[in-house]
C-alpha cells in the first residue's frame, strides 16, 4: 500500500502563489508516477500536471506556465507550484500515485481545497 498525504492548500487572491505538497509512504518503491488532479463539485477530476521518477512531466493545458510540477528522484515528496492563481482555480486538490505496472493512478490522497478569490 501507498499513502499519500497532501498540505498547503487554502485561500488566495486572484494573481496569488500557492505551494501544494504531497508526502508518500509505504511500498513507494511501486510506484513511477505523481499526479496532482483537481474536482469542482459537480464536476469530474481532471488532471493538472503529473511527473514520473525519470523527470518527464505533463500540465494540463489551463495550468501551463503558471504550475510547475516537481518532486525528489524518488518522488518522496512532491510539489505543486502554483502562480497567477485565478478564481477558476477553485477545487480540491488531490494527489496521486501510478503502480509501475499500472495504466491508471491508484493511490489517492485524501485532498487539500484550494480557493482563489476574485
Known amino acids: 500500500q501507498v499513502q499519500l498525504v497532501e498540505s498547503g492548500g487554502g485561500l488566495v487572491q486572484a494573481g496569488g502563489s500557492l505551494r501544494l505538497s504531497c508526502r508518500a509512504s509505504?511500498?513507494?518503491?511501486?510506484?513511477?508516477?505523481r499526479a496532482w488532479y483537481r474536482q469542482i463539485p459537480g464536476k469530474q477530476r481532471e488532471l493538472v500536471a503529473a511527473i514520473t521518477n525519470g523527470g518527464s512531466t505533463n500540465y494540463a493545458d489551463s495550468v501551463k506556465g503558471r504550475f510547475t510540477i516537481s518532486g525528489d528522484a524518488a518522488l518522496n515528496t512532491v510539489y505543486l507550484q502554483m502562480n497567477t492563481l485565478k478564481p477558476e482555480d477553485t477545487a480540491v486538490y488531490y494527489c496521486?500515485?501510478?503502480?509501475?505496472?499500472?495504466?491508471?493512478?491508484?493511490?489517492w490522497g485524501q485532498g487539500t481545497q484550494v480557493t482563489v478569490s476574485s
Open positions: 496521486a500515485a501510478r503502480a509501475k505496472w499500472a495504466a491508471d493512478y491508484d493511490y
Open positions: 509505504g511500498n513507494i518503491f511501486r510506484t513511477n508516477a
